[in-house]
């Protein structure tokens, strides 16, 4: 059976280092990003990496706290069989099949719900001096499932795993502005990000 894809973007940090002899310099990427969900899966094809996402959303957080994702139905594709597939013609559930009334027998139902790939996006800068040739290092500490990361239009690469960081070696970054975009999607696992 194959399982619906669904985004499930849970990252316990972020964290952006250069990489030397020296200690590293952690430098904190939380705050407000660029954000866009990509439902048809088309931003790789259609180059979402070299433009602007339309939304913001805060980071740390997760994107159906913040109002991103589908409402939630009776027709909701959930990653894993609720106990009672046929729940909804259940009489203790009939008051909760209503649009915008919606509860499933569910431990943690999501506000809203999302299946698909979302774009995160934010410009980052590298004035430090400690940073000028040095290997940057962008950590992903657990993604769900697969990332793939963009410097500018410079395609750094992709990740995929469950329970590992995913750790991305930028290389010598130039000194200035650049466009840092990570692409999340998830194998069949149900959506949230959060970063701290």
Wanted: a positive charge; glycine letters at 6%.
């Amino acid at each position: 059976m194959k399982l619906p894809q669904k985004i499930l973007l849970f990252v316990a940090f972020l964290l952006l280092a250069p990489m030397s002899s020296q200690a590293a310099y952690p430098v904190s990427l939380d705050g407000f990003w660029r954000f866009e969900l990509d439902p048809a899966d088309a931003g790789e094809r259609q180059q979402w990496f070299n433009r602007d996402g339309r939304n913001r959303i805060r980071l740390p957080g997760i994107l159906q706290a913040q109002g991103f994702g589908d409402e939630i139905s009776t027709d909701t594709p959930w990653v894993l069989t609720l106990y009672d597939r046929n729940w909804y013609l259940r009489d203790d559930y009939k008051t909760y099949i209503e649009p915008g009334k919606v509860k499933v027998p569910f431990l943690s139902q999501p506000p809203p719900h999302y299946l698909g790939a979302a774009w995160y996006q934010r410009d980052i800068y590298l004035i430090f001096p400690y940073m000028v040739g040095r290997r940057i290092v962008l950590t992903l500490e657990r993604p769900h499932w697969e990332t793939t990361v963009w410097i500018d239009d410079r395609k750094i690469g992709s990740k995929i795993s469950l329970v590992t960081a995913h750790v991305y070696d930028l290389g010598a970054v130039s000194p200035g502005r650049h466009r840092l975009t990570i692409r999340w999607a998830a194998v069949g696992t149900e959506s949230s990000v959060r970063l701290n």
